[in-house]
């Protein structure tokens, strides 16, 4: 099924749920679907900024996966399994590594992997299931909010951010760097990497065939250095924020600092203009879905938050919560919500404020709330066909086969993290 007509059928179904949710108000049918119009259309633009570094992320962590010593680096790599087993846990273990590093460069890593791995064994005559290798390249995605790029823990560190007034700045030492993340991620990383293992010993493998778009490396340009000398010197600023006091580098490692490093990155390796401009005109192919649909997807947003569907959730959610479920229902309830939102930023903007007034009247550790919410939101990740993207197309596998895996995945982290915060919170 294409992502693109899902976007449009969660619209219908979040104009109907606008539409009952302002039956309460008395004014008939019509005049509240054109109120749920208006909603949607205030809602459309509403996420350009978060849009716009969310495509920069994707773009820049591209555009370091095809350079060509990283990719050349990638297909040595892809001999070293021998067979389909060794290749799930292989992929597995690489796709969440790059995906804490980095979300968009996690998922590029692990799409190249699981290509350029399937392509490998199949030359070694090694029969493999391309849908579970290719299932196995997601798991970045279902790791990424505990890592450094995580939107919800770097959006509460920043200074001056829209909940500052209720929790205060949260640095990452209480959210990602936390000993709880480190309990949470690493367990999911091994559960995941068993799961590979499993799933991998008992698939049927084959030859069916893939269809997936040609990829070509690009290397260092010949011309003069200006590209390289900018990269430098952005990097040179990075490195002077890093040795600041610990209060001003919490507020300053946030989203715009993952970007305005990956750029510098990009710049440096590339080395001449030319080259730069050519790597990214090749990563904003991949990022041209969130183009399309991210607007889609913030008009959900702004009719779910305006007619008071998702503070109805959210408080409803509190009502029923106590100091030891909180935690438990604000993940779960993130995971929901993701798909109708897949944007870790758009759902903290709604759900936030609620989760974390609640957090506050609770006496609850804030950064470990923050967390909860950023794991439902990942988790989910593995069943949003919107993230699958490009996936499907660096590895020509289809969606259906992808996701029979996924769903395995998903089951087995879900589980795990919800024993976490019911037991260990």
């Not at 804490?100 to 299931?129: D, M, P, S």
């Not at 920043?158 to 309990?183: Q, R, T």
């Amino acid at each position: 099924m294409n992502p693109f007509f899902i976007v449009i059928l969660l619209t219908m179904i979040c104009i109907i749920l606008s539409v009952k949710s302002l039956s309460s108000l008395e004014q008939g049918v019509i005049k509240n679907f054109l109120i749920t119009l208006e909603f949607w259309r205030n809602g459309f633009f509403s996420l350009l900024g978060f849009t716009l570094q969310m495509m920069m992320i994707l773009v820049f962590g591209y555009c370091l996966a095809i350079y060509k010593p990283i990719y050349s680096f990638l297909r040595k790599l892809a001999d070293l399994p021998q067979t389909h087993i060794s290749a799930a846990v292989f992929i597995a273990g690489i796709a969440m590594i790059a995906g804490l590093l980095n979300w968009g460069f996690g998922l590029i890593v692990g799409a190249l992997l699981a290509r350029f791995v399937t392509i490998a064994l199949r030359e070694k005559g090694v029969r493999v299931h391309a849908g579970l290798l290719a299932a196995c390249g997601a798991l970045g995605m279902a790791v990424w909010h505990g890592g450094f790029s995580g939107s919800a823990p770097l959006k509460v560190a920043e200074k001056d951010h829209f909940l500052e007034e209720m929790i205060g700045v949260i640095p990452i030492s209480d959210s990602i760097l936390s000993s709880f993340n480190s309990l949470v991620t690493s367990g999911l990383f091994l559960a995941f990497v068993i799961t590979a293992f499993i799933l991998a010993s008992v698939s049927k493998s084959s030859y069916s065939p893939t269809h997936a778009i040609p990829l070509r490396a690009i290397p260092t340009g010949d011309g003069p250095s200006i590209a390289r000398w900018v990269g430098i010197l952005m990097l040179l600023i990075v490195g002077v924020a890093a040795f600041q006091p610990k209060e001003t580098l919490a507020s300053f490692f946030d989203l715009n600092l993952v970007n305005f490093t990956l750029f510098a990155l990009v710049l440096v390796v590339y080395k001449s203009l030319d080259r730069f401009t050519e790597s990214v005109g090749e990563g904003i192919k991949s990022s041209v879905d969130i183009f399309i649909q991210f607007p889609f997807y913030a008009g959900i947003l702004g009719m779910l938050s305006d007619s008071g569907v998702l503070s109805s959730f959210s408080t409803w959610v509190f009502e029923n919560s106590s100091a030891e479920s909180l935690p438990v229902y604000t993940f779960v309830s993130a995971a929901v919500v993701n798909f109708f939102v897949p944007s870790g930023g758009g759902q903290w903007a709604v759900q936030g404020p609620i989760l974390m007034d609640a957090a506050v009247s609770l006496h609850l550790p804030l950064g470990k709330m923050v967390m909860a919410f950023s794991y439902g939101d990942q988790i989910s990740n593995l069943l949003q066909p919107f993230w699958l993207l490009p996936l499907l197309a660096i590895t020509g596998v289809s969606a259906a086969k992808i996701l029979k895996f996924s769903f395995w995945f998903f089951l087995v982290g879900f589980i795990y993290v919800l024993g976490v915060m019911f037991f260990l919170f």
